[in-house]
């Protein structure tokens, strides 16, 4: 739904539903894509709030000779709110346009084929569906929408939003020729759940062309943005991308022209490289398969201990001492969370100034049957009936397992890999030699990597080729956060070991200087550092395609936060 309402809903009403205004340009572009100069097609907006794009199309059928009687076939929309659909009535007439419009969920409405269908086949679906994520996107509704996106063969996690299943349902309105014309956020490119969707739009359609903004189109929503325009069917190897500085420049482009890329996006993972200009793929591809190896050849990262209650589980020296539990029954653990883990290590003394400070250092560890009987720490009998008194051995992960306070802890690794991040993903040498939650990764090094690569790799990996290839594998989510899980950090670019021996002995020297300057967020004068050395003098990047190389990581890395930082200023 469109926020035309905007001076009367109100900016939070218009969030809760995912309804941002479209730009004009944007839909006249779309319209005009949708009717291509066919004077019968039949058009339908499936979330046509109040009728951007259903007058837009409307106006481009009047123009090719279609009467009131003829738009009121031919032009088709519904809408869960009747006021909108009031409003979207009231803006046709004023127009001198028709429509025929439905008050309804969409997901409620059957596919053409179905014998209780009110909606037929069309020639052009075309729209901006509402932008609604999982976690208010929830219960019966959402159960419906991943039920009509499965009838059309796009299985769909619980974390999709609601635009995902939105537009799988609307194409199923769709001829065997027909024309697909939507606003969806940039997350089709980038997110893990949107997968299932680049694939379906891969072997849907015939021919599909990506139109991607360099500016922010929607003044209300820090989303950005790209326009999906598709038709046929019968699947397509490679898609046309259409770089545009923003909605402006839209009527100077038409498909298959001289500013068109052709590329094959990958059968799996993210399209997120398709974001960067062919040159700047070309030199990313180029730098890491020449030097760079993936972050498997030195260790595979690993998840942190899962103890199904956090909150009960790792506890401070407070607890520690009010309830008398020995040490003996605990294991030192790095706190959840990765605030505290600012520089290239994580030592003991840090450990200890967090315990003193009151964090929760410690993990509970009943290593025996006399410890848990109360035999030998009576303190952590204590401390366990009252976690029972409040229901924690009922907590899903606790009832599974054989004993409930028994979390399988992981062995200390040699590095923490902070996999949620908004700036960059980090490792960080774990000097301390600590256990750790699932809060973050660990790494424990292979026996055949250079012995000083626990101390090297933290440093080393702040490079620009790396701090790029996080934001091409990594997962975009709300509010800006790159994720990466294990699987995504294994193939993180490194540099290659012999790589990291030549760099890390010019660098060595000025590892404490700029330990210090990390910790106090000065990142940006540390990875141009660590450029110059590893990218230019080691590698043999030429110092022009170094900064192409930051820039592009800049650019990709402003897509994902830039726009959540703007609106915080």
């Known amino acids: 739904m469109r926020a035309t309402d905007i001076l009367d809903t109100g900016t939070a009403q218009r969030k809760d539903r995912g309804a941002f205004f479209t730009p004009p340009p944007i839909a006249e572009y779309l319209a005009d894509w949708a009717v291509e100069g066919d004077a019968n097609a039949s058009v339908l907006d499936p979330t046509c709030g109040e009728s951007v794009f259903l007058e837009a199309a409307g106006r481009k059928l009047r123009n090719l000779g279609a009467d009131r009687a003829q738009l009121r076939r031919q032009v088709l929309g519904v809408d869960l709110h009747a006021e909108s659909v009031e409003r979207s009535i009231a803006n046709l007439t004023m127009e001198g346009l028709d429509a025929s419009l439905l008050v309804d969920d969409f997901f409620a409405q059957p596919p053409p084929n179905e014998l209780d269908a009110q909606l037929p086949y069309v020639d052009a679906v075309i729209g901006n569906p509402p932008f609604i994520r999982f976690q208010k996107h929830a219960g019966a509704g959402r159960k419906l929408a991943q039920r009509r996106a499965f009838?059309?063969?796009?299985?769909?996690?619980?974390?999709?939003?609601?635009?995902?299943?939105?537009?799988?349902?609307?194409?199923?309105?769709?001829?065997?020729?027909g024309r697909l014309a939507m606003v969806l956020p940039q997350e089709l490119l980038t997110t893990g759940y949107a997968e299932?969707?680049?694939?379906?739009?891969?072997?849907?359609?015939?021919?599909?062309?990506?139109?991607?903004?360099?500016?922010?189109?929607?003044?209300?929503?820090?989303?950005?943005?790209?326009?999906?325009?598709?038709?046929?069917?019968?699947?397509?190897?490679?898609?046309?991308?259409?770089?545009?500085?923003?909605?402006?420049?839209?009527?100077?482009?038409?498909m298959f022209g001289p500013m068109h890329l052709s590329v094959a996006p990958p059968n799996k993972g993210k399209w997120t490289d398709l974001l960067l200009s062919?040159?700047?793929?070309?030199?990313?591809?180029?730098?890491?398969?020449?030097?760079?190896?993936?972050?498997?050849?030195?260790?595979?990262?690993?998840?942190?201990?899962?103890?199904?209650?956090?909150?009960?589980?790792?506890?401070?020296?407070?607890?520690?001492?009010k309830y008398g539990i020995s040490e003996n029954s605990l294991r030192p653990t790095c706190p959840p969370g990765t605030k505290h883990l600012r520089g290239l290590?994580?030592?003991?003394?840090?450990?200890?100034?967090?315990?003193?400070?009151?964090?929760?250092?410690?993990?509970?560890?009943?290593?025996?049957?006399e410890t848990l009987d109360g035999h030998e720490d009576p303190g952590l009998d204590l401390y366990l009936k009252?976690?029972?008194?409040?229901?924690?051995?009922?907590?899903?992960?606790?009832?599974?397992?054989?004993?409930?306070?028994?979390p399988p802890?992981?062995?200390?690794?040699?590095?923490?890999?902070?996999?949620?991040?908004?700036?960059?993903?980090?490792?960080?040498?774990?000097?301390?030699?600590?256990?750790?939650?699932?809060?973050?990764?660990?790494v424990r090094l292979a026996s055949n990597v250079p012995r000083e690569s626990r101390q090297a790799l933290p440093l080393l990996m702040l490079n620009s080729a790396t701090m790029l290839g996080a934001e091409v594998h990594g997962r975009a989510y709300g509010g800006g956060v790159l994720k990466m899980e294990p699987r995504e950090a294994a193939v993180l670019p490194l540099p290659r070991p012999e790589v990291l021996e030549a760099a890390w002995k010019i660098l060595k020297p000025e590892r404490n200087r700029m330990a210090g300057a990390l910790e106090q967020g000065l990142w940006e004068g540390v990875s141009k550092r660590v450029d110059e050395v590893l990218l230019h003098e080691v590698c043999g990047v030429e110092r022009d395609e170094v900064v192409a190389l930051r820039i592009a990581g800049r650019d990709l890395r402003r897509s994902r936060i830039g726009r959540v930082e703007s609106a915080a200023r």
């Open 196 to 254: 299932e969707v680049r694939l379906w739009l891969k072997r849907r359609f015939k021919a599909v062309h990506l139109v991607m903004f360099d500016r922010l189109q929607f003044e209300d929503a820090l989303e950005q943005v790209v326009l999906v325009l598709a038709r046929g069917t019968g699947g397509c190897k490679a898609f046309s991308l259409v770089p545009v500085e923003d909605s402006s420049d839209l009527e100077d482009i038409r």
């Open 409 to 442: 802890i992981v062995v200390a690794p040699d590095l923490f890999f902070t996999y949620m991040s908004h700036r960059y993903p980090r490792l960080v040498a774990n000097m301390a030699r600590v256990t750790f939650l699932n809060s973050m990764h660990g």
């Open 151 to 177: 009838e059309q063969g796009v299985p769909l996690s619980g974390l999709a939003s609601s635009w995902a299943a939105l537009v799988v349902h609307a194409c199923a309105f769709l001829k065997p020729e």
């Open 278 to 321: 062919v040159e700047q793929r070309q030199l990313y591809d180029h730098t890491v398969g020449e030097n760079f190896s993936e972050l498997s050849r030195y260790g595979a990262p690993t998840l942190g201990t899962v103890t199904g209650a956090n909150d009960f589980f790792c506890i401070s020296e407070a607890t520690r001492l």
């Open 386 to 406: 009252s976690g029972k008194e409040e229901g924690v051995h009922r907590a899903y992960k606790c009832a599974k397992r054989q004993i409930w306070c028994q």
């Open 345 to 369: 290590t994580f030592t003991k003394r840090e450990w200890q100034n967090l315990r003193d400070a009151g964090e929760r250092v410690w993990l509970l560890n009943p290593r025996s049957q």
